[in-house]
């Protein structure tokens, strides 16, 4: 059969074809769904240890905020992704591809990339000599992403629209139980190890936490080695450089452009924004419980366990509240609530050591932070044609990123000049153009839907 021209599926909405509140709950019972689970936990464990609970290291090492803030710049590597993603998408690996299929085998090599990265990281100390542990992180960080061009095109031909948004719950829950490990867990470890008094750096005991992170990346290498690949669409050879430039490049760019014309600023836009005031506020966080004098414990519960949990919640009912009600009413809803929780930020800067607001602060914030985040990737999977699913989505996840990662590098400098209750609240008032965005990107129709000829 032929397909002319290539397009998903709009963004579901509330109508009497929604399931039943049963058929949509059952939907995380789903074997695709299960494997999410694991392959998000595999993907959200190397966030954290290059970026927040890095920052927790580095800044207990005695490195100051506005070094902190420009590390975070390694980050960018989520934001570049787009620059391989066409070589994931459509290049062969030697051996690996033949036996585990284009998807798996991409998964595989960027797992072992990560695992050598945090290895690299552990034997380096920050205080003694930083840049070793920066060019470990940059391997973790580019591991990472291009783990995440695969997983996010595994995700995606893994089932149909509808059930996007429920994968990308099931994805959530397990990105954020590692999350909870990624933080807490390394905390705990790194407290166990430690054989000087508390309040003291020792570099052994962070040495021990990330070996251990390295190691926590087997069940994600195992479920990669025992799931099915995903039937995609088979690439036809290319007949040249130019040729496989426009197939894996310029087509899948100007299949979004042709469905959406001139829409397509508008939702680029969006993408662009939508999580800025939760990606630019993130990087000073750990920062932030440091110099307001919580503890690792401290941390490790409030913000690590019990905020990640809240996250869970938020994730689970994002993903049946989008399937109900449709994912750009719970994209509005995701926008107001991370905007205004960062306000409760600078509200809490201004108690010292209250651990009892810290629970409602991050119980608030990491709810809503869940809720953005399920509909924010059902939205974007909603945006992407199977054909190319890897290229399209990192082309979109990284926007994403990009500005407000960028921005971020700044945060610890912005802090030292201004302070962290001006800080939060800055960080808030960058979400209100979102507001307007998802207004403008919900009345956007595709220009051309799929047309399916035998």
């Given at each position: 059969?032929?397909?002319?021209?290539?397009?998903?599926?709009?963004?579901?909405?509330?109508?009497?074809?929604?399931?039943?509140?049963?058929?949509?709950?059952?939907?995380?019972?789903?074997?695709?769904?299960?494997?999410?689970?694991?392959?998000?936990?595999?993907?959200?464990?190397p966030l954290l240890l290059v970026l927040g609970t890095l920052s927790f290291w580095l800044r207990e090492a005695g490195i100051d905020r506005t070094t902190i803030g420009y590390l975070s710049w390694v980050g960018l590597a989520y934001a570049l992704k787009w620059m391989w993603a066409p070589l994931v998408d459509r290049l062969p690996i030697p051996v690996l591809t033949a036996l585990l299929g284009r998807r798996r085998s991409w998964l595989l090599v960027s797992q072992w990339a990560i695992v050598l990265g945090l290895v690299a990281m552990s034997f380096n100390d920050p205080q003694v000599a930083l840049p070793p542990v920066v060019w470990g992180a940059l391997a973790v960080a580019f591991g990472s992403a291009t783990q995440d061009i695969a997983l996010d095109a595994f995700r995606i031909e893994s089932a149909d629209a509808c059930r996007q948004p429920a994968l990308a719950a099931a994805y959530q829950t397990g990105y954020r139980l590692a999350m909870i490990w990624a933080g807490?867990?390394?905390?705990?470890?790194?407290?166990?190890?430690?054989t000087l008094p508390a309040g003291i750096y020792q570099h052994s005991a962070w040495q021990t936490a990330y070996l251990v992170m390295a190691l926590s990346m087997a069940p994600g290498m195992a479920m990669v080695l025992g799931s099915d690949e995903p039937l995609g669409r088979t690439m036809p050879p290319a007949r040249g450089v130019v040729d496989w430039?426009?197939?894996?490049?310029?087509?899948?760019?100007?299949?979004?452009v042709c469905r959406y014309r001139w829409q397509a600023a508008t939702i680029l836009a969006l993408i662009a924004v939508y999580r800025i005031?939760?990606?630019?506020?993130?990087?000073?966080?750990?920062?932030?419980?440091v110099d307001m004098g919580y503890t690792?414990?401290?941390?490790?519960?409030?913000?690590?366990?019990?905020?990640?949990?809240?996250?869970?919640?938020?994730?689970?009912?994002?993903?049946v509240l989008a399937m109900r009600l449709g994912v750009m009413r719970v994209l509005m809803m995701g926008a107001v609530?991370?905007?205004?929780?960062?306000?409760l930020f600078a509200m809490l800067s201004t108690r010292g050591h209250d651990v009892s607001s810290l629970i409602l602060v991050i119980s608030i914030d990491n709810l809503s932070s869940g809720i953005a985040s399920a509909a924010f990737i059902g939205y974007l999977s909603s945006l992407t044609n199977v054909q190319y699913s890897a290229t399209q989505y990192a082309l979109f996840s990284s926007m994403m990123l990009l500005l407000p990662k960028f921005l971020a590098g700044y945060s610890g400098l912005y802090v030292d000049t201004f302070g962290y209750a001006h800080f939060f609240v800055a960080t808030a008032l960058l979400g209100l153009p979102v507001l307007l965005l998802v207004w403008l990107a919900a009345r956007v129709k595709p220009a051309h839907k799929l047309r399916i000829t035998n």
């Open positions: 059969m032929t397909v002319q021209p290539p397009s998903p599926s709009p963004p579901p909405t509330a109508d009497s074809s929604a399931p039943p509140w049963r058929t949509a709950f059952l939907v995380y019972l789903d074997p695709a769904a299960l494997r999410m689970l694991v392959l998000g936990f595999s993907a959200g464990l807490a867990g390394v905390l705990w470890v790194a407290a166990a190890a430690q430039l426009h197939g894996a490049l310029i087509a899948p760019i100007a299949d979004f005031s939760d990606v630019v506020m993130g990087i000073m966080a750990n920062p932030f419980y690792k414990a401290e941390v490790a519960a409030v913000t690590k366990v019990f905020g990640v949990i809240m996250t869970l919640l938020g994730a689970f009912v994002g993903g609530l991370s905007a205004a929780s960062n306000v």
